[in-house]
């Protein structure tokens, strides 16, 4: 069965190991051996900063992560992240639900994610991105998703890495104001500030593998106006299209 999408809004659920952006979470998965989840929010080509609101992640959207990671056997999570997701609230069901289930949660950012996804990003033992890959403060209405004292609080709480204390520092840049600014940026020059981030190029390993996800991720959100799609590499998918 392939993926198929509502158009009233409402959430869908089944499984597809036919659609490509499963077949690049099957790729993942062999390479690292570990479980691979997609968490994604498409529609714009790819626009930020801001969110439009049929791509946040709500609360039922948690329930819809939890059926997909249901099925699940391992103890290594590859949590693949594009997007960005509204509320600490959110947030919080989601790393807690992921924690709760794996021993061991990297993520994975093939080309953004922004505010509090970011976020769950450095909170993860480890963050392997491109090197093009865009992360930190996105604004919403003109106003950042949260400042930098309460990302560093977030990350603080929900960070159980020894270098919790270099990732709290660099969240609070990462968010901070400038000007009104609060324009993302590169996960190379977030390692620049002091992140420990492993930057793979497009063409070698799991970086090839995260290339052709992205690639699958921006024909799907083409001419998608928002769309959120959580899947796993063995083809169970949950979605919601407005």
């Not at 190379?188 to 991720?217: F, K, P, T």
Request: proline fraction near 3%; charge should be negative.
């Amino acid at each position: 069965m392939t993926i198929s999408i509502s158009h009233n809004g409402r959430a869908r659920y089944g499984s597809s190991r036919e659609a490509a952006p499963v077949r690049a979470l099957a790729a993942l998965t062999r390479h690292s051996s570990h479980d691979t989840v997609l968490i994604a929010s498409l529609g714009g080509q790819h626009s930020f900063p801001g969110t439009p609101a049929g791509e946040r992640l709500e609360t039922e959207d948690v329930d819809g992560l939890a059926m997909v990671i249901r099925e699940l056997r391992g103890h290594h999570l590859d949590h693949v992240l594009h997007g960005s997701c509204v509320g600490r609230d959110v947030a919080n069901d989601i790393f807690s639900l992921l924690r709760g289930r794996y021993e061991v949660v990297r993520a994975l950012v093939p080309t953004q994610a922004l505010s509090i996804m970011s976020l769950i990003a450095l909170a993860c033992e480890k963050a392997i991105m491109l090197d093009t890959a865009v992360v930190g403060a996105a604004d919403v209405a003109g106003q950042p998703q949260m400042s930098s004292t309460e990302a560093a609080d977030w990350l603080a709480r929900n960070c159980r890495n020894p270098d919790v204390e270099d990732r709290v520092g660099v969240a609070s840049m990462l968010f901070a104001a400038d000007e009104n600014q609060w324009a993302p940026v590169t996960a190379a020059h977030a390692r620049d500030l002091g992140l420990h981030i492993d930057l793979v190029g497009e063409r070698s390993g799991i970086g090839n593998d995260l290339q052709v996800l992205d690639q699958a991720l921006e024909r799907l959100g083409r001419f998608r106006s928002s769309m959120k799609l959580i899947a796993n590499h063995r083809g169970t998918f949950y979605t919601v299209e407005n």
